[in-house]
């Protein structure tokens, strides 16, 4: 499976982004999430949507009531539409697959990985 995420930029603090996940497999045969990484930290957890045909989403505590994760399996792509964005949202953002049912906020558990798009807040 090849992931490619795209849609980041340039934003002004308290505007919105959406991010779009696009993989060349079917996206309703894994989970996809949404992971972070900042200058000098580590990656971290942003959200994540099942694979289940009833669909289950996790999000991390800083983003939750801000960002949304939703699919559309027929374009097999996953979005990550960021509103209110804050200059602490500032990161490479990744998303990846897993084969696990359910949900997952463990980066050990994606197996593919796209290449990141930059989003940048502006105070």
């Known amino acids: 499976v090849q992931l490619q995420a795209y849609g980041g930029g340039l934003v002004q603090a308290g505007g919105s982004l959406k991010l779009s996940c696009a993989a060349s497999?079917?996206?309703?045969?894994?989970?996809t999430g949404w992971f972070r990484q900042a200058p000098g930290k580590e990656r971290e957890f942003v959200a994540t949507i099942s694979r289940n045909t009833i669909t289950t989403t996790a999000y991390a505590d800083s983003v939750k009531g801000r960002f949304i994760i939703s699919r559309d399996n027929a374009k097999n792509t996953v979005y990550l539409q960021m509103n209110s964005l804050g200059p602490e949202d500032t990161a490479v953002y990744y998303c990846?697959?897993?084969?696990?049912?359910?949900?997952?906020?463990?980066?050990?558990?994606?197996?593919?990985w796209g290449q990141g798009t930059l989003v940048i807040v502006s105070s």
């Open positions: 497999g079917r996206t309703s045969s894994y989970a």
């Open positions: 990846a697959v897993t084969t696990l049912y359910g949900v997952s906020r463990l980066a050990t558990d994606y197996i593919y």
